[in-house]
């Protein structure tokens, strides 16, 4: 009989992984130092919380700091190619802080929909540190999985379950780093368990930004997408000088409910003349952009209203402009 309760971890780097000179640091540590079995040494009942085997397999090992494309699409394809074998139930994926809200949004929008569970995890401590948070975060992210209710793309760390949609990194050096903000976190796991609050969704709702195989995304040459920002003093000169150098698309992280500082609007304008998308975000760490009362729908000359957070946009853009070169 083929075994359908297997959990497998995919590996790739991060604080989780790093290691310091003395245990005493939390900071000044070097981060993705060690392998996937090392990790799963530190827990040593975490087959019995799979309630299964545990398949794994080191995909990259980098800090994530320095995450780029072909990871992505690296980690995308070795998702699919596990969540299609009849004898694995879920995906835990070990990761940096510093991008996985990006990973996990990036990976929510391509894999296919109705998708086993994917549940990534994370450390702000390196593993060498005396009070290392890696190996329960670990644990915490296999009963997470295996759980009858989760579903799509997850984060599971310091004890609580975030959407890949919602979750956002707060906090640079707490353990309890990310937040949902205003949509709350999906549940909590407490010895093993996960309560649930709200119910997950699965990968790829609300329609996925690359409609087509993973096997199809590129290894490079993606779309050139830049973050740019409105702010006191603004101009619009970086917006000309990345036009002059060809980017393909940008992301406005505007003011409240996405205001536009009035020197910045021309430049924006001269980028939608050339063809250049532009979308617009808040940089508000809450909410999202609220249209007025009787709004008329938006027009190709007009930068487009998103509700998702800057970094998050733009990953969609680029995979929108992918999706679009066929």
Known sequence: MVNSNNVVILATGGTIAGTAAHASQAV???AAQLGVEQLLAAVPDLGEVAGGGLLTEQVAQLDSKDMDAATWVALARRCVHWLARDDVRALVITHGTDTLEETAWFLQQVLPSGSKPVVLTCAMR???ALLADGPQNLRDAVACAV???AAGVLVVA???VHGARAVRKLHPYRVDAF???????LGWVEEGQVRWQQRPVGAAAGGAAWPGDVANL???DWPWVEVVSSHAG????AVDALLAQGVQGLVVAATGNGTLHRALEPALQRALHKRVPVWISTRCGEGQLVAAQGMAAQHASQPRPVDLPPFKARISLQLELLAQRG
């Open 234 to 237: 603004c101009d619009g000169r």
């Open 158 to 160: 310091a004890g609580q």
């Open 147 to 149: 759980d009858a209710h």
């Open 126 to 128: 390196p593993a060498t």
């Open 218 to 220: 590129p290894d490079s």
């Open 28 to 30: 000044g540590y070097t």
């Open 179 to 185: 937040s949902s903000a205003e949509q709350g976190v």
